[in-house]
């Protein structure tokens, strides 16, 4: 599957006129809880030539491939990258900091170096606890539920604990916010979960776990009153932004 992968980046490159800046695992592989049937969710950066922001026309600033089987991949445009990075956008946090990495280029070390100068703890809480109740309120409150669900609520739920606790970027790696995060008293039930998760198949479906979603539920309602309550002072230039993205399509 790499190697199919590295060979789409490839086409990629040649049916658009790009260069791949970074290539990484996003989804349910990235974060450690993959399931034997799970897609690859592959997610790049890309750069144009330096002509093409030179245009008076705004060019398109994502890439879009169909999804086939079991590969869906898609990108991000270099200046819609940096533009999301000055508004903290969490999901390149994620991106950037993904286990799985397909192409990587001189570009990713230099975002790496600047990208935590850009870290909104508010930002971040919001993202991770809409998504955590989002996915709770359409998934689990059945009496039975798709066991890998769970997991969409727990990971948030344990990212948006790890912000509060260290105000840095959450870990990609679901064990290692379980082991930083989840109660001693909830481990033997998320360890029972994450083996079903990823020794059957994504359609599993189980009882509605109590303990879980007590927790869940609570979780969500204090950390939304936390972030409506905290106050931050979050403002910076895009100075760095700017030579880093000169710097970039320049081809340094």
Not at 102 to 124: C, G, L, Q, V
Not at 130 to 141: D, H, I, Q, T, V
Not at 219 to 238: F, L, P, T, Y
Request: net charge negative; with cysteine; hydrophobic share 40%.
């Amino acid at each position: 599957m790499k190697e199919l992968i590295l060979s789409r980046l490839r086409q990629i490159e040649r049916d658009n006129g790009v260069r791949i800046l970074l290539a990484a695992e996003s989804g349910s592989r990235a974060w450690g809880f993959a399931s034997c049937d799970s897609d690859y969710d592959v997610r790049f950066i890309y750069a144009r030539p330096a002509e093409d922001y030179l245009r008076i026309e705004e060019i398109r600033d994502v890439i879009e491939v169909p999804i086939s089987g079991e590969l869906d991949i898609n990108g991000w445009d270099l200046r819609k990258t940096l533009r999301l990075l000055y508004r903290s956008n969490p999901t390149l946090f994620e991106w950037f900091s993904s286990p799985i990495v397909y192409r990587e280029t001189p570009f990713a070390a230099r975002f790496r170096e600047i990208m935590n100068d850009y870290f909104s703890r508010k930002k971040s809480l919001y993202h991770y606890i809409s998504m955590a109740e989002g996915n709770y309120r359409e998934f689990l409150k059945g009496e039975t539920v798709k066991a890998k669900k769970y997991f969409y609520v727990l990971r948030p739920v344990l990212a948006c604990r790890w912000v509060l606790d260290r105000g840095t970027p959450p870990p990609m790696l679901f064990s290692d916010l379980a082991s930083a995060e989840l109660p001693g008293y909830l481990r033997p039930e998320v360890d029972r979960l994450l083996d079903l998760k990823i020794n059957s198949p994504e359609i599993r479906e189980i009882p509605r776990i109590d303990i879980l979603n007590e927790y869940l539920e609570g979780s969500i309602g204090e950390i939304k009153g936390i972030a409506a309550e905290s106050c931050e002072e979050w403002s910076n230039d895009m100075t760095e932004l700017d030579e880093l993205f000169l710097r970039t399509v320049s081809g340094e």
